[in-house]
């Protein structure tokens, strides 16, 4: 686990203190790369492109930086004699820099994300800033295979900048190089805490539904009238990730994306459900963007589709998971890591912190969703073909729900590596099936349990 950057997570969550403090959230990195490379030389890492999704009470920043690196985050207040926003920065460790990024910021201006820029900060480290419109809480983690840091940033219901912040407008818009930004600058945060005990109990979630609710119903006008809920189909893979391939050739990409249009033509039909889809082609989206465009879209619930598959030839059944830290067996965790197109080794460290701000709220949620989702899936297909086997609810740490900040599943509807279930896979009536499961279920949630904790 040691020298795993990034799958270290966290720590120290420090929030709503007196109201209008920073939450803090120290990532750790593990070790350091062996010697300081500096420039973007062949095989070292470096800052390769800046990625960010985010409307009014939400933002996704991605940093890619290919190759596993050191890093570790922290935050600045706003500073108006300097007319500098709160930032929250990452610092990296022992990599380059594209020249593009660093001539070139990321400018949003959204209403919470105003800029993302990126520097040298010292001849070791690059810098990456993210400037924000107020002080907001937000949580960082690293994904492997290509590596790359995920800035989850939540400002709803955040103590708002006082307006005596400076309109930024037109004017020459303050900036400070982050290669000069003196260490003095940085609080003086709790340091980073690598040791941080990994069997420590889950936070509980930081905010109860009903609050959150609440938060929610007071943000901007995206949120403001929702007329319908919301419901993103998350085909899997796609493009050149074909997921998993069946003895005949039939491809999980394939499959799912079939699957995800009829789930989307037979829940619209009711006009009940704004239903959105992640991909409705044969293209490739990484993980962590499917999330990041159900938590913009404002989505109310989020399924995300797939086949299983097994080395042991005869695995059969449909099972639906929800997220957890770990697998609670060899199966699962080989399932997650195909899944996260990444080697077993790479999520056996895996720390994620699910239960909170993010996803907790919508645990209890989710586990309902996904048994309702399995138990109709299988009855719908079981019509059609008697004898499906149900493998039931499970959990297992996918990369695409964490973060997602809506109820949200993952359906692992039977096995394309067995024989028959890759031929029923090639049945319409079969696809059908599975799509009228996933329907029944969204709608007795939507009816029944998403109208508990919703304002509309
Ligand atoms: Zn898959």
Avoid at 85 to 112: H, M
């Amino acid at each position: 686990m040691e020298g795993e950057a990034g799958e270290r997570i966290d720590v120290t969550l420090l929030r709503r203190h007196l109201g209008a403090t920073l939450a803090i959230l120290l990532c750790a990195a593990g070790s350091l790369l062996a010697s300081p490379p500096v420039s973007a030389a062949p095989g070292v890492p470096r800052v390769s492109d800046i990625r960010a999704w985010t409307n009014e009470i939400y933002t996704r920043v991605a940093i890619d930086t290919g190759d596993e690196v050191s890093w570790q985050a922290n935050t600045l207040r706003a500073d108006p004699s300097l007319r500098l926003p709160p930032r929250i920065f990452i610092d990296i460790r022992g990599a380059g820099i594209r020249d593009e990024i660093r001539s070139k910021p990321v400018e949003v201006r959204n209403g919470l994300l105003r800029q993302v820029r990126a520097g040298r900060y010292d001849r070791d480290t690059v810098r990456v800033v993210i400037e924000l419109e107020r002080e907001s809480t937000y949580r960082v983690f690293a994904l492997p295979g290509p590596f790359r840091i995920i800035v989850d940033i939540d400002g709803a219901g955040e103590i708002p900048v006082p307006p005596t912040s400076p309109a930024p407008v037109a004017a020459v818009p303050p900036r400070e190089d982050p290669a000069t930004l003196p260490p003095a600058m940085t609080p003086s945060a709790a340091p980073p805490t690598p040791s941080a005990d990994p069997a420590a109990p889950s936070a509980p979630p930081a905010i109860p539904p009903s609050v959150e609710s609440s938060r929610v119903a007071a943000s901007p006008p995206s949120h403001a009238r929702k007329p319908r809920v919301r419901v993103m189909i998350d085909p899997g893979h796609g493009g050149k990730d074909p997921g998993a391939t069946g003895p005949t050739g039939l491809q999980e990409k394939d499959v799912v994306l079939a699957i995800g249009r009829r789930i989307r033509e037979k829940l619209a039909r009711s006009g009940e459900f704004d239903v959105r889809m992640t991909r409705d082609d044969d293209v490739f989206i990484p993980l962590e963007e499917r999330t990041a465009m159900a938590n913009k879209g404002g989505v109310d619930i989020f399924v995300s589709l797939h086949i299983n598959a097994s080395r042991n030839r005869s695995a059969e059944g449909f099972s639906t998971y929800v997220l957890s830290r770990g697998a609670s067996n060899r199966e699962d965790l080989e399932l997650a890591a195909r899944e996260n197109g990444v080697p077993v080794g790479k999520l056996q460290g895996v720390k994620f912190i699910i239960d909170d701000m993010f996803t907790g709220a919508r645990k209890n949620e989710s586990l309902r969703l996904a048994k309702t989702v399995n138990d109709a899936v299988v009855r719908h297909v079981s019509t059609r073909y008697p004898g499906v086997q149900s493998l039931g609810l499970k959990q297992a740490p996918f990369y695409v729900l964490v973060g997602a900040r809506m109820t949200a599943v993952l359906v692992e509807a039977s096995f394309i590596s067995n024989a028959r279930e890759e031929s029923r896979l090639r049945d319409p009536s079969c696809l059908d099936g599975i799509a009228d499961g996933v329907v029944e279920a969204v709608r007795y949630y939507g009816q029944n349990g998403i109208l508990a904790h919703s304002d509309y």
